[in-house]
C-alpha cells in the first residue's frame, strides 16, 4: 500500500515541480482527511520537508449524465501540499522524551511545528532519514534532541549490513556450535 502511496505522490505532487520524494509517514492533525509529512529533493538538491493533506471531494453527478469521473482522477487531485519549508531552515528536531514510546516530535524552523506520527517506528524512520539527506545535501549534522541515539545511528557491527549477510553469520555460527558438539570428547580414566 505505501509504495502505491508514494508512487501517487511522486507522480501526482513531486515530479511536476521536477522533486524526488524520499520518505514520508503518515501524520495524524486536528483538520479532516489523510495527512503526511514528505522530505523530498529537487533537481538542484534542495531538500524540502513538507506537509501534504489528502482529502478526496466526493463530487456527485446529475442523474443520466454521460461526464463520469473515476476514483483515480479523484485521487490526483485531493494531495495539496499545506506547508513546505527548506532542511536547511531546520535548526532542531526534538523527540520530546526519548525513554517514552511518544510519536510526537517537534521540528523548530522560524517557528516549532509540532508532528504526530503514527507511530513512534514511523517517527524515528523519518528522523533518520531527515539525518541522512542533511549529512548528503547540506553537509551539516542535523540537530537532534530526546531521541534514542541507538535508533537514529546504529552503532554496532551489524548496523549497516544487510539481512543476508547477518543470517550467514547467524548460521555459520550454529554450524560451527554443531560440528563443536560432534566432536569426542576424551574421557578421563
Avoid at 479523484?74 to 501540499?81: F, H
Avoid at 517537534?106 to 549529512?135: G, N, Q
Amino acid at each position: 500500500m505505501s509504495s502505491l502511496l508514494r508512487e501517487e505522490m511522486q507522480r501526482v505532487l513531486f515530479r511536476p515541480d521536477k522533486q524526488r520524494l524520499i520518505e514520508f509517514i503518515e501524520i495524524e492533525e486536528p483538520t479532516h482527511g489523510k495527512h503526511f509529512i514528505c522530505v523530498s529533493v529537487s533537481k538542484n538538491k534542495v531538500v524540502q520537508i513538507s506537509i501534504v493533506r489528502c482529502q478526496i471531494a466526493q463530487t456527485s453527478l446529475k442523474a443520466g449524465s454521460k461526464r463520469s469521473h473515476t476514483k483515480r482522477s479523484s485521487i490526483q487531485e485531493c494531495y495539496r501540499r499545506t506547508e513546505v519549508w527548506s532542511l536547511q531552515d531546520l535548526t532542531l528536531v526534538d523527540g520530546r522524551d526519548p525513554d517514552v514510546d511518544d510519536p510526537c516530535f517537534l521540528l523548530h524552523f522560524d517557528k516549532v511545528r509540532t508532528v504526530t506520527a503514527i507511530s513512534c517506528s514511523a517517527k524515528y524512520m523519518f528522523v533518520r532519514a531527515l539525518v541522512a539527506l542533511s549529512d548528503k545535501y547540506c553537509q551539516m549534522s542535523l540537530n537532534l534532541r530526546n531521541f534514542d541515539w541507538a535508533y537514529i545511528k546504529p552503532t554496532s557491527f551489524y548496523s549497516n549490513r544487510g539481512d543476508c549477510v547477518v543470517l550467514s553469520q547467524i548460521c555459520f555460527y550454529a554450524f560451527n556450535l554443531v560440528c563443536l558438539s560432534m566432536c569426542p570428547v576424551p574421557l578421563d580414566a
